[in-house]
């Protein structure tokens, strides 16, 4: 029972020396690429470059003690920073405290909605989000957050809430661009742009194994830190307008207090529950994604918990909201890591990177954390998806656009309540008008399908319909219309037989349709019969007075249905010719 809440003692009583050789080898590799990220992040934030790696220590900590996924790497992500900044910024100007504390309350409140929703096992409403929703969603996060970091690739002085403010006022700084800067800029983009694709290939071109290859790649933003700080020391670039990072607090995280101000809390708590939503969202799908590579499995709900308890922490340390990230998940299951662990001994590679390195970073550039970013995040941008959709579904299509659309031109917040309230809609309304098709039988066979697909039986005086959704109240007026439409048009019509193989439920509406079709039916000489009834459907019409009033039967098959019905008036007819085949349904 405890092991289910705390998941670390579980995979703690087989804990061994293999075990931790290997956590601690994906430790040292992930730290070495999470300091010059988290302090990336934090710039896209809008906070000091050292609450990005006091949101590194404690949050992986008690990831590592709730969690269930054995790689996941917990920390400051690119569209939660970019969701923070949007938030704290609607109630406080970057650079003060009251931001900062803004930043630290909505992890609190992020940590807090994330925990009761695992304790209430509430998981499942992340599905409210769908996958089109939050492809759109991301890829437009994307570009506001690699336009956001232009300014200080240039040099200059920009803003903008979005995409068309950012424009402008990118187009109307241009001329005072820092051309420093800008050596600086262009130079580590293009080097993190080749370490992403190139510097795999040309390290094993240099006899180095494939792993150790990748592994050495995957520093590659290091390797920019470490070569732009030499570059600001030896041409004194901090005299031409560099603009650096400056003097980092040396030690390990504060403890901080989320604001109890209830009108700040008022003004944050929709951004919080977004922020919870989308990182868990992100956070599961990734956690997901690796543990299927092992066969492990992964428990939603105590993600949401462990998540939660990782933003608590986080709040308390004076960090902001965390959730998993790929990135760095993907280099931890790539170097091994086989236990939550790993991200513990993290923490400690952070921590001690807070306590002795961060006067070595007073000299890095920014540019060079935005080059950092913008790298990150363009990985994100999708640009075959739309057309996947165009020519899968029109209706996912339309939600994909809605949400990067919105979200370029609204923000980050209401790109997301848009995708996600045009989603609802556009399910209703399917929901609302499900897929029913007349079926005749496919000759020497008991198999049914589509009149209008394929080459079948059928008789004049039996109309079999088969229903494809569950009857509910969205749709069971629709359904009443459309049998006795297809009953008007055909006259010699002496059954109708609901083929209900696709009918997960009946609420009481589309019970009350059901007996409306069966009176209409009977007042015009028609027999109703059902086939194919599922058993949790049957067992609660079986409840109700339904079956006795029904004036035809219920079949266990459409083939005994149908059989049944047609030896009233004569034999099947021949197959005719209909639209030509468009393939299975």
């Known amino acids: 029972m405890l092991s289910r809440y705390f998941p670390i003692l579980e995979w703690g009583r087989t804990y061994n020396r293999s075990v931790l050789s290997h956590d601690l080898l994906a430790a040292v590799i992930v730290t070495i690429m999470l300091i010059p990220q988290s302090l990336a992040y934090a710039l896209l934030a809008g906070l000091p470059p050292v609450v990005g790696l006091y949101a590194s220590i404690l949050p992986l900590v ?106 402008g006022s990118l187009a109307r700084s241009f001329g005072d661009t820092n051309s420093w ?11 993190l742009f080749w370490v992403r694709k190139g510097a795999k290939p040309a390290l094993q071109g240099m006899g180095l194994p494939a792993r150790a290859a990748e592994m ?55 951004p919080a529950l977004l922020i919870s939503i989308i990182g868990f969202v992100e956070s599961v799908s990734v956690a997901q994604t690796l543990a299927a590579k092992r066969r492990q499995r992964i428990a939603p709900d105590q993600e949401l918990i462990g998540l939660g308890a990782a933003n608590i922490a986080s709040a308390f340390s004076g960090g902001y909201p965390v959730t998993g990230g790929f990135a760095r998940s993907a280099v931890n299951f790539d170097a091994g890591a086989q236990t939550p662990a790993a991200g513990a001994y993290t923490a400690i590679g952070i921590a001690f990177a807070t306590l002795f390195l961060t006067p070595l970073l007073f000299n890095l550039p920014i540019a060079t954390l935005a080059a950092t970013i913008i790298v990150a995040v363009l990985s ?88 494809d959704e569950a009857l509910t109240y969205l749709n069971a007026r629709w359904l009443e219309e459309y049998v006795l439409e297809q009953v008007a048009d055909r006259p010699a019509v002496r059954h109708v037989i609901l083929m209900c193989s696709a009918v997960n439920e009946v609420d009481a509406s589309g019970l009350e349709s059901l007996e409306a079709i069966s009176h209409r039916l009977a007042d015009g000489g028609i027999c109703l019969h059902l086939s194919e009834v599922k058993g949790p459907v049957m067992d609660r019409l079986k409840r109700t007075d339904f079956l006795d009033e029904l004036n035809g039967k219920v079949f266990l098959s459409q083939d005994q249905a149908f059989a049944q019905a047609s030896k009233d008036t004569g034999e099947p007819r021949a197959p005719t010719d209909h639209d030509a085949a468009r393939g299975l349904i």
């Open 62 to 167: 008690l990831y590592a003690i709730f969690g269930t996924s054995r790689t996941l790497a917990v920390g400051p992500v690119a569209v939660v920073s970019l969701m923070t900044a949007s938030a704290a910024g609607a109630v406080a100007d970057q650079g003060t405290a009251a931001y900062l504390e803004a930043a630290i309350t909505l992890a609190f409140l992020s940590g807090i909605m994330l925990a009761v929703l695992g304790l209430l096992r509430a998981g499942f409403l992340a599905n409210l989000l769908s996958h089109p929703v939050i492809s759109g969603f991301i890829t437009a996060s994307g570009i506001l957050i690699a336009t956001s970091q232009l300014k200080h690739i240039f040099g200059i002085s920009a803003g903008g809430d979005n995409w068309p403010e950012m424009l």
């Open 181 to 191: 800067t800008l050596a600086i800029g262009i130079p580590a983009t293009l080097f």
């Open 216 to 270: 050495v790649a995957k520093a590659g933003p290091v390797a920019a830190v470490a070569l732009t700080i030499l570059a600001v020391l030896a041409f004194d670039l901090d005299g031409r307008g560099v603009s650096l990072v400056g003097a980092i607090p040396q030690g390990l995280p504060p403890f901080a207090m989320p604001s109890t101000d209830i009108s700040l809390i008022e003004k944050l708590w929709v």
């Open 380 to 467: 994100l941008v999708d640009l075959k998806t739309p057309g996947q959709l165009w020519r899968y579904s029109k209706a996912d299509f339309a939600a994909h656009v809605v949400t990067i659309v919105c979200t370029l031109l609204a923000g980050v917040e209401l790109g997301v309540i848009a995708g996600v309230a045009l989603g609802l809609l556009l399910y209703l309304w399917r929901a609302s008008r499900p897929h029913a098709a007349i079926v005749g039988r496919v000759p020497e066979t008991e198999h049914f399908r589509n009149v209008e697909r394929h080459k079948v039986f059928t008789v004049p005086h039996v109309l079999s319909i088969r229903i």
